[in-house]
């Protein structure tokens, strides 16, 4: 786990430590497959081991956003997905209206429209995460049969 010895870098620097709370934390979130919710990852730790309250893994989640080595997704639906990026790296969504289904969009696919967008409006652009939304090639194909 080299995120881990990065977290622990960063919370030493912060005058933070490791506890095994936190430790949970990041291992659940080396286990997941995608994107999960601060309750989701809460109740993964729980069964993991050492007792944890879920606002140890709220605050845990938003530690490692900060460190930059989780990142966060919001789908409108209030609900904040996170991921750690030293298992999927930075990348942007797009998200199927219909059925939800999460399409990875690498950062290179979109520098080009980010760099003419910046300048066109002279606009430096930071952009942390980007979800697209659209329908997918199968809820296109079911509405086009319905209709």
């Given at each position: ?26 291992a ?20 993991a ?80 995460h ?18």
């Amino acid at each position: 786990m080299a995120c881990q010895e990065a977290f622990l870098k960063e919370l030493h620097a912060r005058g933070f430590r490791l506890t095994p709370q936190r430790g949970a934390v990041l291992a659940v979130m080396h286990r997941l497959d995608g994107h999960a919710t601060a309750e989701e990852i809460y109740a993964r730790a729980q069964e993991a081991g050492p007792a944890i309250d879920v606002s140890t893994v709220y605050r845990t989640l938003e530690l490692l956003h900060e460190m930059g080595l989780a990142g966060v997704v919001e789908l409108g639906d209030g609900q904040r997905r996170y991921e750690l990026l030293s298992v999927e790296g930075p990348h942007h969504h797009m998200k199927c209206r219909c059925c939800g289904e999460m399409v990875r969009v690498e950062p290179e696919e979109l520098q080009p429209l980010l760099e003419a967008l910046g300048r066109a409006h002279g606009f430096q652009i930071d952009l942390d995460h980007l979800v697209i939304e659209g329908l997918c090639a199968r809820c296109r194909e079911a509405q086009g049969a319905k209709g």
